[in-house]
Structures are given as C-alpha cells and as structure tokens.
C-alpha cells in the first residue's frame, strides 16, 4: 500500500466509527464488521473479500496508538485537499501533486543537492521534513529501570537518595539525526518514510518494520562519528530521588519524566524504581502498622501493670497490661506505625510474650508451688481434649 493510500483512506469511515472513538470502540466495531464480511461467511463473494481487507487494515492502523498518531496527524497534515497530477480538483488545496511529495528518493521534483533529503516530505510518518530538516513525529523516551536498597526506618519515614542513571538520548553531535554534522538522512525508499512496510497474507494485510531503515524511515549514507548513524548516545547523569514515606520491601515506584530523553521533542519516558529495604532488628512491618514482641514477666501478664515499649526513631512509650494477659496477645499503640501517603501514620501492634526464668530462687519455687496447690482443681487442657473426643 502506497503513502499515498495510507493519507487518502478513511478508517474511521471504513469501520463506521467517529474519529475520537475509543480503543475499545474501534475494537468492537472491527469484530462485528470482521464477522459479517469474512471470507469463510461469503464464499466466493469477491467484493466481501475486499471489504473484509479494508476492514483488517483500517483495524490494523487504528487499533494500534502510534500508527493511529501517525495516521491523524498524517491527514490532519494534508486536510486542506489533494489536487492530482492532471490539475484536477482542489482549488483550496496545496496546489500541487501528491506524488511529488513522495517521489524524491526515485529522482522526482524533490530531490536536492548538497545538504537535501533526496525527496520531498514522504517522511510524513516518522523522519524528518524536507530541506528545513523541520523535525516531525516526536519519538517518546524510554523507561527505565532502577533498584535502591533502603534501611528500615528510611523506608517508614521517607528518604532522599542519589540514583545514578545510564541511558539513551539524543546524540548531541548529529542532534539525533544519525548523520555527521552537515549532512542530512534521505528518506527510506522502501517504505517512504513510514518505517513500516505491508505484507499480504490471505485476506489479512500485515504490518512490519521496514529493514532497509529498521523502522526509522531514514537512511544515514554518511553516518555521524560519534553514534554511527545510530542517532542515540548513552549519557549518564546522577538524579537525586524522594522516596515517598511508608514504601515497602519489594515495591516499585514510578517517577513520570524522569526515564530516557524523547526523540525530536518527543516526551521523556518514567523512571521505575524497585525498592529493597533492610530488616530491623526488632521492628516489623505490617501494611502500615509497625510490629514489635515485648518480653513480660509472669506476674506482669498474670497481674496486670503498666510496661515501657520502644518505638521506632522516638522515645518509649508506656501501655497498660490487663490483669490476665496471655502470651501471644497484641495490644495496640495508636499512631506510632509507618507514615501513611495522607501523612498519618498506622499503628505500633505490641505481642506480648510471657518469659519462663531458667532458673528460679527458693521463695519463688516456694510461693509457685503453692500456686499450684491452690490451682490444682483447675485443668486448663479439659475444653481441648474435650473437643478432641467430639471431632
């Protein structure tokens, strides 16, 4: 398919559907319309077979964002009217031929001398505009990713920390073209500047990247020195990066911008982080709360009193023990957890663990087996081995 049929077709028009219609839309509108002219549904019926193919190829350029871009800006480029070559209609028109755009690589009206494209703009997709070297097709940056290991306390209270990142961007020496400095890329002849070449099979028209250019729809016949024709060149550069409050092991976080630089004015791409934090310890990490065991003493769970318990980067604090207190309960501390994204902050979850001495003095072994006379009508295992027997 011609650059040529790619400006002049209507898709939308095609699959019946507006030209602000969803990614969603157009994939619905494409299904139906696929069922009704497919070619196994109409035997034999050759206009349902070329309808079907007008129907795969619209489908093909509009269900994928950036051909979609492409194609828009494409049409929006050329919305003032085509005149064809025999002076026809299109008196609001550019006021010359279509083909002219498009013929230069072949030798036609645009071809230049000295610092020329070779042709006229048939780079419309993707490379560069003709003679000016006006850039087009923005190219958006690349993500990417990095990994930060943080300490505990960092992670629940947020931290700044340096990240040095390597990447992709614009080679300063050729501005990104890929050509040495006073020269310019020719449009790729195979595929006229699109960068993607149309391939038949059966009755779907596929779509891949063109290999005379890989993809650019330009060809570099002097390469720059510095990136050899590439147009990209790795830079490196030491970003300082607020790790929000409250992170948590394992967590990726996205910084929108921060990534690789566009292409010809093209927006940066996201910087990704994966966060990796260090074990306290004494302290753990329940979603927003904070989880500390405190040791108590026999009479402190079994009389009740009042205990210390460290927090997190602050001073103890003083909770209440309830007279009976068994091992393995959790009390709660409120508001001395991890900071939450509001700037509230959770809970501290308190277990409590009952400490058995390894060794005893005589007036504590005394007064405990009094205790056990004074208990022994008391079996603390009965409910247990009673719901045994009736499982």
């Known amino acids: 398919m011609s650059t040529k049929d790619y400006v002049e077709k209507d898709y939308y028009k095609v699959l019946g559907?507006?030209?602000?219609?969803?990614?969603?839309?157009?994939?619905?509108?494409?299904?139906?319309?696929?069922?009704?002219?497919?070619?196994?549904?109409?035997?034999?019926?050759?206009?349902?077979?070329?309808?079907f193919k007008e129907i795969s190829e619209a489908n093909d350029v509009l269900s994928d964002p950036a051909r979609r871009k492409e194609y828009d800006e494409?049409?929006?480029?050329?919305?003032?009217?085509?005149?064809?070559?025999?002076?026809g209609a299109g008196g609001a028109?550019?006021?010359?031929?279509?083909?002219?755009?498009?013929?230069?690589?072949?030798?036609?009206?645009?071809?230049?001398?000295?610092?020329?494209f070779g042709g006229g703009i048939g780079d419309v997709f993707g490379g560069l505009f003709n003679r000016g070297g006006r850039q087009a097709a923005p190219r958006r940056g690349a993500d990417v990713e990095s990994e930060v290991t943080l300490d505990f306390d960092e992670a629940v209270d947020g931290v700044t920390v340096p990240i040095r990142m390597t990447s992709q961007s614009p080679c300063k020496a050729c501005s990104g073209t890929g050509a040495r400095a006073g020269t310019t890329p020719r449009v790729c002849p195979t595929c006229v500047g699109s960068g993607h070449v149309s391939r038949g099979q059966g009755a779907f028209a596929l779509s891949d990247p063109c290999r005379d250019c890989k993809g650019r729809g330009l060809i570099v016949d002097d390469p720059c020195e510095v990136c050899h024709g590439s147009g990209r060149a790795t830079s490196a550069r030491t970003m300082q990066v607020r790790i929000p409050a409250g992170v948590q092991d394992g967590q990726r976080i996205r910084l929108k911008?921060?990534?690789?630089?566009?292409?010809?004015?093209?927006?940066?791409?996201?910087?990704?982080?994966?966060?990796?934090?260090?074990?306290?310890?004494?302290f753990g990490r329940k979603a927003d709360n904070l989880t500390v065991s405190v040791p108590v003493t026999f009479p402190e769970a079994a009389l009740g009193g009042t205990i210390e318990v460290p927090t997190l980067g602050g001073p103890p604090v003083k909770l209440k023990l309830p007279p009976g207190t068994a091992n393995g309960r959790t009390l709660r501390v409120r508001g001395k957890g991890a900071t939450r994204k509001d700037g509230t902050r959770g809970d501290l979850l308190v277990t409590v663990e009952v400490v058995v001495p390894d060794q005893l003095a005589e007036?504590?072994?005394?007064?405990?087996?009094?205790?056990?006379?004074?208990?022994?009508?008391?079996?603390?295992?009965?409910?247990?081995?009673?719901?045994?027997e009736g499982a």
């Open 257 to 282: 911008g921060k990534g690789a630089q566009g292409e010809r004015g093209g927006h940066p791409g996201d910087l990704y982080i994966t966060v990796s934090v260090h074990p306290h310890p004494v």
């Open 17 to 51: 559907v507006p030209k602000d219609a969803s990614t969603a839309e157009i994939k619905k509108a494409y299904r139906k319309l696929a069922r009704e002219f497919h070619p196994d549904a109409n035997k034999g019926d050759t206009k349902a077979e070329e309808r």
């Open 93 to 116: 028109g550019f006021g010359f031929d279509l083909g002219d755009l498009f013929n230069g690589p072949q030798g036609g009206p645009g071809t230049g001398a000295g610092g020329g």
């Open 363 to 388: 007036e504590a072994v005394s007064a405990l087996e009094q205790y056990r006379e004074a208990t022994a009508s008391e079996d603390p295992r009965a409910a247990l081995f009673k719901a045994a």
């Open 74 to 87: 494409a049409r929006s480029l050329f919305a003032g009217g085509f005149r064809g070559g025999g002076g």
